[in-house]
């Protein structure tokens, strides 16, 4: 009876695994850029206060079309509220690259001496993938 449970437990792990392996997104994020420059996470990126930022999101899809898709990019850490920008919705077709630009707003009271985090999400009804 116990090597029953033991294999009860095994066969509802690999099920379990198999369920998470499966799952996939239609879309993936590519590459970010600020200003024409690689955000890639490890050298910092300047921008000056009080100007329009363009941000070029690089994608591609993965899996079937994902409509009703969206870009958002936003600021992580600004006080005194959001520091955003958002896509129209568009649809991602199944293996073609593409990309979108969005112009960030940076505001003139952000904290010279501060870094922030420029957070990419791009998202549907069924999928949400971050950068």
């Known amino acids: ?14 099920f379990s695994l198999n369920s998470v392996i499966a799952v996939h997104e239609d879309f993936r994020i590519d590459s970010v850029e600020v200003n024409g420059i690689a955000a890639n996470g490890v050298n910092p990126i300047y921008v000056e206060r009080g100007t329009v930022v363009p941000v070029e999101v690089e994608f591609t899809g993965t899996g079937k079309v994902a409509y009703d898709t969206r870009l958002r990019v936003y600021l992580g850490g600004y006080e005194f509220g959001d520091v955003e920008a958002k896509s129209n919705i568009f649809q991602v077709l199944p293996n073609v690259k593409d990309s979108k630009t969005l112009r960030l707003n940076i505001p003139y009271d952000l904290e010279a001496s501060d870094e922030y985090t420029l957070n990419v999400e791009m998202y549907d009804d069924d999928n949400s993938v971050k950068r």
Not at 1 to 14: H, S
């Open 1 to 14: 009876m116990k090597a029953l449970k033991i294999l009860l437990i095994f066969v509802l792990m690999v």
